[in-house]
């Protein structure tokens, strides 16, 4: 994949990541409350934030010019499968408290997607010592 079809792929990917936070942002604020407790609803609400911390990361990474293809691609892997695996459990263990099964199993999933996050950070700041 050429540099730009990496841009334009994180970009893209960034935007439906954003787009998708602010929807289950409004269903949180909006629905959610309305079938699960507050400590639910505030568990769901930290999955959405971080998901759209991770959607403006990734923006601003398929704009930068100072890291090479690899670089991006490997911080950019990680940002999104962390941010699958830690809000996606996240929106999981909440609504199976309203779907009335028990996901109770999949909690482990929460810690590895943010183990993720975690380095890819760490990748990033790797990245940005090495900018001659």
Not at 18 to 36: E, N, P, S, T
Not at 39 to 60: D, P, W
Not at 102 to 131: A, N, Q, Y
Request: aromatic residues 10%; hydrophobic residues 55%; contains cysteine.
């Amino acid at each position: 994949m050429s540099k730009r079809g990496i841009n334009k792929t994180i970009l893209i990917t960034a935007a439906v990541m954003a787009f998708i936070a602010v929807v289950l942002g409004a269903f949180g604020a909006h629905g959610l409350k309305k079938i699960v407790g507050p400590e639910s609803v505030a568990s769901f609400n930290t999955g959405v934030r971080y998901q759209m911390y991770h959607a403006l990361v990734c923006l601003i990474l398929g704009n930068l010019a100072v890291l090479s293809e690899a670089a991006k691609k490997r911080i950019f892997y990680l940002f999104v499968i962390g941010t699958l695996l830690f809000s996606g459990s996240i929106y999981l263990l909440t609504i199976d408290e309203a779907l009335g099964i028990s996901l109770s199993s999949i909690g482990f999933i929460t810690p590895l997607g943010g183990l993720l996050l975690i380095l890819g950070w760490l990748f990033s700041i790797i990245s940005f010592v090495k900018i001659k």
